[in-house]
């Protein structure tokens, strides 16, 4: 599947002779392959859709192709692919009109898994509402953070997608989840415990 989505990157190129391609194909798909399914699980879990997920996958990977400044091989090119996938996915959030249908969309996928009644099925959805009512209300950078941390990205791994200091994640992180039970709290207030 990824070989095949990797094809369809690679097919929506222009075949134009004026400008050469960006990316030596070998070594897009090199990229493509070992951090495609990584993406795809983040925007998952923000999103709650797997096929809105690997859409902004694709569009991930199209902006990267279309950025050869970003192929120098010094590791830059995964935290680039992280921090454009949760802008987009946050951008796709924003979009009033598409997050009823993201919920929706969760809510039957919830439903259709079985879980214990339909009542924690009802509580589940309502639950990761407010969760992505909160996220797209908090600041882009916070809400990146949160989100690839909940995705188990370690603290190198999150200092190096925020271009920050290894030592500040903590800080940035303590603080983002501050944010976060402020925000709820103000939205959702005595509605239920966090």
Same mark, same amino acid.
């Given at each position: 599947?990824?070989?095949?989505?990797?094809?369809?990157?690679?097919?929506?190129?222009?075949?134009?002779?004026?400008?050469p391609m960006q990316w030596p194909e070998a070594?897009?798909?090199?990229?493509?392959?070992?951090?495609?399914?990584?993406?795809?699980?983040?925007?998952?879990?923000?999103?709650?859709?797997?096929?809105?997920?690997?859409?902004?996958?694709?569009?991930?990977?199209?902006?990267?192709?279309?950025?050869?400044?970003?192929?120098?091989?010094?590791?830059?090119?995964?935290?680039?692919?992280?921090?454009?996938?949760?802008?987009?996915?946050? #951008?796709? !959030? +924003? /979009?009033?009109?598409?997050? =009823?249908?993201?919920?929706?969309? &969760? @809510?039957?996928?919830?439903?259709? *898994?079985?879980?214990?009644?339909?009542?924690? #099925?009802? !509580? +589940? /959805?309502?639950?990761?509402? =407010?969760?992505?009512?909160?996220? &797209? @209300?908090?600041?882009?950078?916070? *809400?990146?953070?949160?989100?690839?941390?909940?995705?188990?990205?370690?603290?190198?791994?999150?200092?190096?997608?925020?271009?920050?200091?290894?030592?500040?994640?903590?800080?940035?992180?303590?603080?983002?989840?501050?944010?976060?039970?402020?925000?709820?709290?103000?939205?959702?207030?005595?509605?239920?415990?966090?």
């Amino acid at each position: 599947m990824i070989a095949e989505t990797a094809q369809s990157v690679n097919a929506l190129v222009p075949a134009r002779k004026s400008r050469p391609m960006q990316w030596p194909e070998a070594e897009f798909e090199a990229v493509f392959v070992q951090h495609y399914p990584r993406v795809v699980s983040v925007l998952m879990r923000l999103l709650g859709e797997r096929t809105r997920a690997e859409e902004l996958a694709n569009d991930v990977f199209w902006k990267l192709y279309r950025t050869p400044a970003i192929g120098d091989g010094d590791g830059r090119v995964g935290g680039w692919l992280y921090r454009t996938a949760t802008n987009l996915g946050i #951008d796709a !959030l +924003r /979009a009033g009109t598409r997050r =009823r249908k993201y919920e929706d969309a &969760a @809510a039957r996928s919830q439903k259709n *898994a079985g879980s214990a009644s339909p009542l924690d #099925d009802m !509580l +589940r /959805a309502e639950q990761c509402s =407010r969760v992505r009512a909160v996220l &797209a @209300a908090i600041k882009p950078a916070q *809400a990146q953070i949160l989100i690839l941390r909940a995705s188990g990205f370690s603290y190198k791994e999150l200092a190096d997608v925020l271009e920050a200091a290894p030592g500040g994640i903590g800080t940035m992180l303590s603080r983002a989840q501050a944010e976060f039970r402020k925000v709820y709290l103000q939205l959702h207030g005595g509605e239920e415990e966090l």
